[in-house]
C-alpha cells in the first residue's frame, strides 16, 4: 500500500495545531492535521490574553476571529471578599494588543480550523493518531480515520498539538510530574441572568473564595447574555461536595456571598463538568523529527488563562524554527524554541506560584499601588510574559518577592 508523504504531519487540530498549520502553509508547505473529534467539539479555556492576537494575526486569522461576534474582553477582574480590583489591558507596560475576545471554544477552534483550511492545510477530522516510528529514516505516524482502519502518513516532522491527549509524551514517555499540587475544576455555561449596573461584561471576573485563599472561581462572560463559570481547588478539597457536578459547583458558588448575589437569577441550563490532575510537564519539548506544541508540553494552571496564548506562542516559535530547517539551515530545538518558550512560561509559573500562596493575591488588592508597577504587571496579565523589556519578566521571581514584602509590611 502506498505511504502518503506530507511535509509535516499536525497532530490535534486544536489552537496551536490549527495555527502551526497556517503558518507553514504560508511557507509552502504540504501540512495535513489529524484531528480525533468532528469539530464543533466542546473545550475548555475561553478567556484570551491579548498578546494572543499578535499569533492570530501573524496565521492570518484574525478577521475571521473578530467577525465571528465574540465577547470583546479588555482585562481581568479580582475579587476577595468586600476588596476588588480591576486591570485594564490597554492600560499596560508593553506594546502590543491590549484587547481581545472571550469565547466559546466549540466556535472559535471551529472557526481557527476552517482558516487553517482555507490557507490550504488539508484536516482530517475523527482521526486518531495512535502510533509514532521515529526509528524510521523518515518518521512515520500511525493513525486510523471513522472506519477503524490503520494507515501510516510519512512526514518529514511531526508537531504534537493533542493537547491534554498528550500523545507523543505518552508514547515517548516523555511526562513527568508537575510541580503543582493536584489541582481540579467543576464548571459549566449557565444563562447569567445578572442585571447588576456594576457588572462589567468586557473582563474575566477572578473571585478568591472567602476562607481559601487557594481556591478560586472564574466568571467569563459570552455574547448573549451567557458564561462559563468554573471553581479550582485541590482534588481533596473538591472531594468533600457530594452530588452530581452541578450540585458540587452550586454548593462552592453559594459560599461566596457576591457570586451567590450576582448569579441569584441564573439559568443552570447545562451539566457541569469535572476535569482533575490537568497540570503536566514533559522532559523535554523536542527530539529528532517531532516538537511538542501548546498543552501536549507543559501546562501550569488555568488562574491567569495563559493556555492559548502559551499554545499559540509555541505554533508560531515552532513555525520559524521549521521554516530555517526546511531552506536546509542548521537548527537548535532547544535554544531556538524550547528555552524561548520557557521563558514566557516560567513568568507565569512565578505568578501562579504566588498567586496560591497568597502573596500576589495581596499584591494586587494592595490599596497603594504605584501605577507603573500595575501597568508592567497589566502587562503580564495580558499575556506579555515574553517581554524582557518588562522588569517583572526579566527577573520575575526576585521582583515579585520583593514587592510582596513590601505589600505584606505596609498591610
Ligand atoms: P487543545 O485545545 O486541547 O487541542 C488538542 C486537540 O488535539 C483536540 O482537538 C483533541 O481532540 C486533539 N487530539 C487529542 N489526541 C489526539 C490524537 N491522538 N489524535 C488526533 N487528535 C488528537 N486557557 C486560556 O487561554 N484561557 C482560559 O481561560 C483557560 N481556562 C482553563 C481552565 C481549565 C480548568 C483548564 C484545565 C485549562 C484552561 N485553559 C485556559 C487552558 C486551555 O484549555 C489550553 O491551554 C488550550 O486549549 C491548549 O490548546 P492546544 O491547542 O495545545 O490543545
Not at 500500500?1 to 504540504?30: F, M, T, W
Not at 492545510?121 to 486510523?144: K, M, N, S, Y
Not at 472564574?218 to 457536578?245: H, M, N
Request: proline fraction near 4%.
Amino acid at each position: 500500500r502506498n505511504i502518503e508523504k506530507y511535509d509535516v504531519v499536525v497532530i490535534g487540530a486544536g489552537p496551536a495545531g490549527s495555527v502551526a498549520a497556517a503558518l507553514l502553509r504560508q511557507q509552502g508547505r504540504r501540512v495535513l492535521v489529524l484531528e480525533r473529534e468532528q469539530f464543533p467539539r466542546f473545550s475548555i479555556g475561553e478567556s484570551l490574553l491579548p498578546q494572543s492576537m499578535a499569533y492570530l494575526e501573524q496565521a492570518g486569522m484574525l478577521q475571521a476571529v473578530v467577525e465571528a461576534g465574540f465577547q470583546y474582553k479588555n482585562g481581568a477582574a479580582f475579587v476577595r471578599g468586600e476588596r476588588s480590583t480591576a486591570f485594564d489591558f490597554r492600560d499596560k507596560f508593553s506594546t502590543g494588543w491590549g484587547t481581545t475576545y472571550q469565547v466559546q471554544r466549540a466556535q472559535f477552534d471551529h472557526v481557527l480550523a476552517k482558516e487553517a483550511e482555507r490557507q490550504g492545510a488539508e484536516i482530517r477530522f475523527q482521526h486518531c493518531v495512535t502510533g509514532v516510528d521515529l526509528d524510521a529514516a523518515t518518521p512515520l505516524v500511525t493513525a486510523h480515520g471513522p472506519d477503524g482502519v490503520a494507515y501510516q502518513v510519512e512526514a518529514e516532522f511531526i508537531l504534537d498539538a493533542s493537547g491534554f491527549g498528550r500523545i507523543l509524551p505518552r508514547l515517548l514517555a516523555l511526562e513527568t510530574p508537575s510541580d503543582f499540587p493536584v489541582r481540579g475544576a467543576i464548571f459549566t455555561h449557565i444563562e447569567d441572568g445578572i442585571s447588576a449596573p456594576d457588572f462589567d461584561r468586557n473582563k474575566i471576573r477572578v473571585t478568591v473564595h472567602p476562607d481559601h485563599c487557594d481556591v478560586w472561581y472564574w466568571l467569563i462572560p459570552f455574547s448573549g447574555g451567557r458564561c462559563s463559570i468554573g471553581v479550582v481547588a485541590e482534588t481533596a478539597f473538591l472531594e468533600q461536595y457530594k452530588g452530581t457536578d452541578t450540585e458540587r459547583l452550586q454548593a462552592l458558588v453559594n459560599e461566596d456571598p457576591a457570586s451567590r448575589k450576582l448569579l441569584q437569577n441564573a439559568r443552570w441550563d447545562t451539566p457541569a463538568r469535572a476535569i482533575t490532575g490537568y497540570s503536566a510537564n514533559v522532559k523535554s519539548l523536542w527530539g529528532r523529527g517531532y516538537a511538542l506544541l501548546g498543552n501536549a508540553g507543559e501546562f501550569l494552571d488555568p488562574v491567569f488563562s495563559s493556555g492559548v496564548t502559551i499554545a499559540l506562542k509555541s505554533a508560531s516559535l515552532a513555525a520559524a524554527v521549521l521554516q530555517r530547517h526546511f531552506a536546509g539551515a542548521e537548527v537548535d530545538w532547544e535554544n531556538d524554541y524550547a528555552v524561548p518558550l520557557k521563558k514566557g512560561v516560567d513568568t507565569f509559573r512565578t505568578f501562579v506560584e504566588s498567586w496560591y500562596a497568597g502573596g500576589f493575591q495581596n499584591v494586587i488588592f494592595h490599596e497603594d499601588q504605584q501605577p507603573e508597577i500595575r501597568r508592567m504587571i497589566a502587562a503580564i496579565l495580558a499575556g506579555y510574559a515574553w517581554d524582557e523589556a518588562n522588569p517583572y519578566v526579566r527577573e520575575s521571581k526576585r521582583r515579585l518577592t520583593v514587592l510582596e514584602e513590601i505589600c505584606s509590611r505596609m498591610e
